[in-house]
């Protein structure tokens, strides 16, 4: 059964940029439909970034588009959240998420879609 370790978060100044990783342990990384989430306190899951297996497609939340790249390297088991021009209200523990179904479907902004998870890394942005 494949892993998933977050790492990259930290505590920034609004406008800095950081950029996450998660690595996934195993070989069928390949296989994957990957996003990312963050959940801030006493709040819901919210989608943010996702991807499809071959990292050719990709979608973003509406607050992030522009600022925050998603990418997989399915060559180094790792996919990434670069994030640029930070702001406070991107605070939140963010979490990778992996979809094993063969179609990535549209309902990639649905937490439900995603059966593995990883810990999270927490990100906190400073005004």
């Known amino acids: 059964q494949v892993q998933f370790v977050e790492s990259g978060g930290g505590l920034v100044q609004a406008g800095d940029s950081l950029r996450l990783s998660c690595a996934a342990s195993g070989r069928t990384f390949i296989a994957y439909h990957m996003a990312w989430f963050r959940q801030a306190p006493g709040k819901e899951r919210d989608f943010v970034a996702a991807?499809?297996?071959?990292?050719?497609?990709?979608n973003y939340a509406d607050a992030v588009k522009g600022r925050f790249t998603i990418s997989k390297d399915n060559a180094k088991n790792t996919l990434y959240l670069q994030m640029n021009s930070l702001k406070p209200e991107d605070t939140a523990v963010y979490y990778c998420a992996a979809d094993r179904d063969r179609i990535y479907t549209t309902r990639y902004a649905s937490p439900s879609q995603y059966e593995f998870w990883g810990q999270g890394t927490q990100v906190t942005v400073s005004s």
């Open positions: 991807s499809n297996d071959h990292g050719g497609t990709t």
